[in-house]
């Protein structure tokens, strides 16, 4: 095995022409909850143990309504590798581990989230926001453009809610 790298990214992760299917899975946290994350997801590893790399980025928390990144001191765990069943059912696991641990998390939009549902997503950022995240887009979309700017992502996660008439 090799031992830890510390560096830039650029400095880690400097081989760019992957060939084949990629997976990439980020988990957003509390900075402070970083360490009893990664001793999780080392010890998920060493019984499933996954073709890929893990990594950690730390950065300023967003006031973005939905932003993944909202703790005000945020880490990011990363979870790169061969996209298979295997990789999926390692973040599976991960991610029920976190939450039996009562481990506040989110998941990045635009990467591996297949465990998102309603409930999850408000778990994760709180009925308020969600509701706010809604009313702002039923404020935005009439009833026609909210079918067009729709998909089964958003009703998977409960964000295509009509909240009533617009105001």
């Not at 080392?42 to 932003?67: C, D, E, H, M, Y």
Request: hydrophobic share 40%; charged share 25%; proline share 5%.
């Amino acid at each position: 095995a090799q031992p830890p790298q510390e560096g830039i990214v650029g400095e880690i992760f400097n081989y760019t022409k992957f060939r084949g299917k990629v997976a990439s899975a980020a988990i957003g946290m509390d900075i402070k909850d970083s360490v009893k994350v990664l001793e999780t997801l080392v010890t998920i590893n060493k019984q499933f143990p996954i073709p890929g790399g893990i990594s950690l980025r730390f950065l300023k928390g967003t006031s973005a309504t939905l932003g993944f990144t909202k703790y005000p001191k945020t880490c990011v765990l990363e979870m790169d590798g061969v996209d298979s069943a295997t990789m999926n059912n390692f973040c599976e696991r991960v991610w029920k581990k976190l939450e039996e641990q009562n481990i506040a998390y989110t998941l990045h939009w635009g990467k591996i989230n297949f465990i998102l549902d309603e409930n999850r997503v408000r778990n994760m950022y709180g009925k308020p926001k969600v509701e706010s995240w809604l009313s702002a887009r039923n404020s935005l979309l009439d009833a026609d453009c909210r079918k067009i700017f729709s998909n089964p992502f958003l009703k998977q996660c409960g964000l295509d809610k009509n909240l009533g008439p617009i105001i």
